[in-house]
């Protein structure tokens, strides 16, 4: 007499469910973004003056502005702008940032996506103030910065991601190591072109 693991029979079932929610995930977010393109809100400032659409050469020209002033200062390695802030604990963040470059030539080209990323400073020296800690508290960050509408969590690729969506400017967080929060400005008017009202 054969045995027959009831596991065996359960894969396919938990396969079936697996994608169902994985698909009700992307459905729910291209609902979300359909119906704030659908508002026509225009939401182009993204942080600390700059804005979506503004020229790649106006992005420099700020951010040096912006360092003469002391506000930012470079990046690790020279390949971003940071700019420094504190939790509701005294904890320093680095809020690091840059430009995202299309195929376009030159510096006239148009910025439509920012690619940031937050971590504590203290990180290696402390377990609550690692990645998983710090993307706990981003969405009330994000509220304070910019007001609207509250982050939501969905699964994406087999990571959980928070996003943020208020008309045409959407922010989507993810933990990318132990550090590091990735958050990803991007202009859907740019990217859905067909949804704009």
């Known amino acids: 007499m054969k045995l027959v693991r009831p596991m065996n029979k359960l894969y396919p079932v938990m396969l079936l469910l697996m994608m169902t929610f994985f698909a009700c995930s992307k459905s729910e977010l291209q609902r979300t973004i359909r119906r704030e393109m659908a ?3 225009q939401q182009d400032s993204v942080f600390l003056g700059l804005k979506f659409g503004i020229e790649l ?3 420099y020209d700020h951010c040096r502005e912006l360092n003469l002033k002391g506000i930012v200062k470079e990046g690790p390695r020279n390949m971003s702008v940071e700019y420094l802030f504190k939790d509701s604990l005294d904890n320093p963040i680095a809020f690091n940032f840059y430009a995202h470059k299309n195929n376009q030539e030159g510096r006239n080209q148009r910025i439509h996506q920012y690619n940031t990323t937050f971590y504590y400073y203290a990180f ?9 800690h710090l993307i706990k508290m981003l969405p009330s960050v994000l509220m304070d ?3 609207g509408n509250e982050p939501f969590t969905m699964v994406k690729d087999g990571k ?7 008309g045409n400017r959407m922010i989507d967080l993810f933990i990318f190591d132990e550090s ?6 991007y202009d859907l008017s740019h ?3 067909e949804l704009r009202k």
């Open 39 to 41: 508002t026509g809100v």
């Open 57 to 59: 050469q106006d992005f």
């Open 124 to 132: 290696a020296l402390n377990r609550h103030l690692q990645s998983d």
């Open 145 to 147: 910065w910019y007001g």
């Open 160 to 166: 959980e991601h928070i996003y943020k969506i208020d």
């Open 180 to 185: 590091t929060v990735v958050a990803t400005y």
């Open 191 to 193: 990217l859905y072109p």
